[in-house]
């Protein structure tokens, strides 16, 4: 059960307003490609410590002071006009969809867009010295291989005569 | 395309941080973790959270060289991977969680860890909601410095993907955490394989066998066909070795012959019979020996305390190694044989000259699944030569050692975790 503190659970379901705002044009993709590093690397470090007091104000929304989305959009128009199809949006657009197993179509289609409102993890997928992402080719994975058994005892499998931590 | 991972990793690695094993991010092999006061979730109790992230952090540990500590007393300075939950504008960080929904968790590279507390985050095997185990094992993997795997399996894929039961750190994930960290080597205190008669729900008796590789007081059950160690391994000896010392042992050995089958375990000066049946050591057996017996009493004229042993099947001989000497024990004569001890090196010749433990062996393991004599030593192992070998080349020498090679690269990821979370 979730914790909750009110008697009628209202503070078990975020408020509407804190919910994510989904990714439903092409404006919003843009957004989202800029953010993740499809259109430009993001340089992703950590800020410096701040003081404990700052920690207190953490709780003000500061809806206007959000680099990501300022700078995003700012310069998002600035390179392209203001116009959503422009070569780099159609070519981040590709990058995302052939990462994330999707056809590569270079189009805003909706299963594109159910990709991009899966939850996910907000660290970038293009840092700015980690500029391409990692693919590792299965054949490596005959590394692992030994040679095969050719005894006369059977491993005993899918047998935990030893109880397990989990 | 084969070392595109090596190539990556490492040329970025060179950019920030090049410790003493090259493209190492963390420069020390234990870590701490905190997940910090003013950051506790509202979702799950406190100890639930800090039993997941206790968890997450193993698994990591039991694939690579790290350990795992956490840490609620040092000073926060002091804490090497900080953990906490917010909404919106959080802990100081620069980056504003969205709500519910899409972003639920980034990390920092070594640093620290946030999750959104507006996800519905869920305790493991829950089956709904997002796994926080899962999310904080990704999340921990880009603390330690991976970057997004679009691999099918991968933790570190970047999309959230639905809890199937029990996910494990699959083969790509070790080796990427592996690339940067190093693989895990150590010495064992003995390894052997178990074997147990079972009956079939034919009534027929199967023989099957574990391997089981032991370093002091813990063990590691090795997965032959899967290439690595049963998933949540090491465990603590007594915990699945009931009667034989907490601390370990110098060596297994298993006489199985046409009218014998006795496994011992050997410690110090004495030694212990192990009744596979029941699963614990025998206080008194069958012929009315009582155990915990002294080696001397047991097999005269062996030494103790021995570095290892082994029952070599093919002379009913148990090979008793101490320093650089070998006393062969007659088993059914129930004395040293004739000429013991002899040299290691003579017993054992290297097939290449001067490749050879020449004393204080680890280990002497013979292996089902190789159908091969092993004797380990620090993180090296010589593979003892065959009878079919010896057919097709003549001159190789009975029992002759081959060329070393190294532990782990012929027995994977057998990793410790920290002994804090061997409790």
């Known amino acids: ?166 | 395309r084969k070392r595109h991972l090596v190539e990556l990793v490492r040329k970025s690695r060179q950019k920030r941080e090049a410790g003493e094993w090259g493209h190492m991010a963390f420069s020390k092999s234990v870590l701490r973790w905190r997940l910090i006061g003013e950051g506790y979730s509202s979702q799950l109790s406190v100890d639930d959270q800090r039993y997941i992230f206790r968890l997450a952090f193993r698994m990591w540990s039991e694939v690579s060289p790290l350990e795992f500590v956490e840490d609620l007393h040092s000073p926060l300075e002091e804490i090497d991977i900080r953990l906490g939950f917010g909404t919106g504008r959080h802990l100081g960080c620069a980056q504003r969680f969205d709500g519910a929904g899409r972003e639920f968790a980034h990390a920092w590279f070594l640093g620290d860890i946030h999750f959104d507390d507006d996800e519905h985050f869920t305790a493991p095997n829950t089956g709904n909601g997002i796994s926080l185990l899962k999310v904080a094992v990704h999340e921990i993997g880009h603390v330690l410095g991976l970057p997004h795997i679009y691999r099918a399996g991968s933790i570190m894929q970047p999309s959230y993907l639905p809890q199937d039961a029990g996910f494990e750190l699959n083969w790509l994930d070790r080796k990427a955490i592996q690339n940067l960290y190093g693989g895990c080597k150590g010495r064992f205190s003995t390894v052997f394989d178990w074997i147990r008669k079972e009956k079939t729900q034919y009534g027929e008796v199967v023989v099957r066998f574990n391997t089981y590789f032991m370093r002091d007081g813990w063990y590691w059950l090795y997965e032959n066909r899967n290439n690595r160690t049963r998933y949540g391994d090491p465990v603590s000896v007594p915990v699945g070795w009931h009667g034989i010392p907490a601390a370990g042992v110098d060596a297994y050995v298993h006489v199985w012959t046409r009218k014998t089958d006795a496994a011992y375990f050997f410690r110090g000066t004495q030694y212990w019979r192990y009744d596979s049946e029941s699963d614990q050591v025998f206080s008194r057996d069958a012929d009315g020996q009582r155990y915990p017996r002294l080696i001397s009493e047991g097999f005269p004229g062996v030494p103790s305390p021995v570095d290892t042993a082994y029952y070599d099947r093919r002379d009913a001989h148990i090979y008793f190694f101490r320093g650089s000497m070998v006393y062969r024990f007659d088993v059914r004569a129930n004395r040293l044989a004739a000429g013991s001890p002899k040299k290691m090196t003579e017993l054992f010749p290297a097939v290449a000259a001067g490749d050879h433990p020449v004393a204080k062996l680890d280990a002497a393991y013979f292996s089902y699944t190789h159908n091969a004599l092993f004797l380990l030593k620090g993180t090296s192992y010589w593979r003892v030569v065959g009878s079919r070998e010896r057919r097709l080349k003549a001159w190789l020498p009975y029992n002759g050692l081959l060329p070393r090679r190294e532990v782990d690269q012929q027995w994977f990821d057998i990793c410790d975790v920290h002994v804090s979370s061997l409790k």
């Open chain 1, 1 to 166: 059960e979730k914790i909750f503190h009110r008697r009628d659970h209202s503070d078990v379901v975020p408020p509407s307003s804190r919910q994510a705002t989904l990714i439903t044009d092409t404006d919003t993709a843009e957004q989202f490609l800029f953010k993740y590093g499809f259109i430009k690397a993001v340089k992703w470090e950590e800020p410096p410590a701040q003081s404990t007091d700052m920690l207190l104000d953490a709780d003000t929304v500061l809806e206007d002071t959000d680099p990501f989305v300022q700078e995003g959009a700012s310069l998002f128009r600035s390179s392209s006009g203001g116009t959503s199809q422009s070569p780099d949006f159609i070519q981040a657009l590709r990058e995302f969809q052939q990462v994330s197993g999707l056809a590569v179509t270079g189009l805003f289609d909706d299963a594109t867009k159910v990709a991009m409102n899966k939850p996910r993890c907000g660290v970038p997928d293009k840092e700015e010295d980690l500029v391409e992402t990692t693919e590792a080719s299965s054949t490596a994975q005959d590394l692992n291989e030994t040679s095969t058994y050719n005894g006369t005892t059977p491993e005993l499998y899918n047998h935990t005569p030893k109880p397990a931590t989990r």
